[in-house]
């Protein structure tokens, strides 16, 4: 597997997983031939899977859940397709499954059990180890560095979540001239995510 | 441009589309998740500094709540601003510390 993003890695192929009766509470019976196939998808396109299902829903276990739900849906395919036809399949029905679990979240919170609040929670918990806390003091004075017209576009884009367009408008530039600041500011932080990553290596 | 500079380019080109894809990504309606997107998605990411640098980027916007103690800078920061873009962040300010 090619990503190596540890929040929201899945262990194992998920083919593998669901091979044997009964696994994940289905009773899907997978012929040996589309369990290769779908082990070559996982290797293939699990990793920017998980990642998209994760911005798209803001949560790593949603998306987690989704992509399960969306092997096991094509495990389940009655009919033989090929890895391609497979792999597209997955992605329509992770994209619908997606969609169902920002409304069924919608709704949640209009019933007032606000399920943002304990998303919250379960991030914060997340990020009070040692070294998040060391990385988000890192980026904060790297923003602090920033030079003003960039912090303008940061605090603008990123903290305020204005378009690029209204950026534009508001800092009296172009929509591209502030992809250019904003991409400029990120590559600026990483460079000081970098050289702290290093100095821990004892580079 | 020379060798070092088209390497600065394309890590910055590297930055602009890592944006573009978290915007589409988080923001495109569903029928604009086409499997051609897709693809293109897959193959974008398989590339690892492709990858590193998107990864980055979604971290720090999900973490922007965090920094929101950040204000504007002033208009008399804004004006005697002389920052052009043309190099990083990093060497503008190497030179300005000279």
């Known amino acids: ?203 | 441009m020379n060798e070092e500079g088209e390497a600065r380019a394309a890590g910055t080109d590297r930055w602009v589309e890592a944006l573009a894809w978290h915007h589409t990504l988080r923001e495109a309606p569903a029928k604009d998740l086409t499997s051609g997107l897709a693809r293109r998605w897959q193959h974008w990411y398989a590339d690892a500094e492709n990858q590193r640098i998107f990864d980055n980027v979604s971290r720090l916007l999900g973490d922007r709540r965090l920094y929101q103690h950040r204000n504007l800078p002033s208009r008399e920061e804004l004006e005697a601003d002389q920052y052009d873009l043309s190099v990083s962040i990093s060497e503008w300010r190497g030179r300005h510390r000279r």
């Not at chain 1, 929201?8 to 009773?27: Q, Y």
């Not at chain 1, 994209?95 to 379960?122: F, I, T, Y």
């Not at chain 1, 912090?151 to 690029?164: I, M, P, R, S, Y």
């Open chain 1, 1 to 203: 597997m090619k990503a190596s993003d540890a929040g929201t890695k899945v262990e194992e192929p998920v083919a593998d997983r669901l091979g044997s009766p009964g696994a994940m509470g289905n009773e899907v019976s997978p012929r040996p031939d589309r369990s290769r196939a779908l082990t070559e998808i996982f290797d293939e396109y699990n990793a920017s899977m998980v990642r998209f299902l994760a911005i798209r829903t803001g949560s790593a276990e949603d998306a987690k859940e989704i992509l399960q739900e969306a092997y096991a849906k094509v495990l389940a395919l009655d009919r033989p397709r090929t890895i391609s036809l497979m792999a597209g399949y997955l992605w329509r029905t992770a994209v619908n499954l997606a969609m169902d679990r920002k409304r069924e979240r919608a709704v949640r919170e209009r019933l007032g059990r606000s399920a943002a609040c304990v998303a919250e929670k379960g991030h914060l918990a997340a990020e009070s180890t040692c070294e998040a806390r060391e990385t988000l003091a890192i980026v904060d004075r790297a923003i602090g560095k920033l030079p003003p017209r960039c912090a303008e576009a940061f605090v603008l884009h990123v903290l305020k979540g204005l378009k690029q367009e209204e950026v534009g408008r508001a800092m009296g530039i172009s929509g591209e001239a502030v992809r250019k600041h904003v991409a400029r500011l990120f590559e600026y932080i990483q460079c000081c995510l970098d050289a702290t990553d290093a100095t821990r290596r004892g580079l």
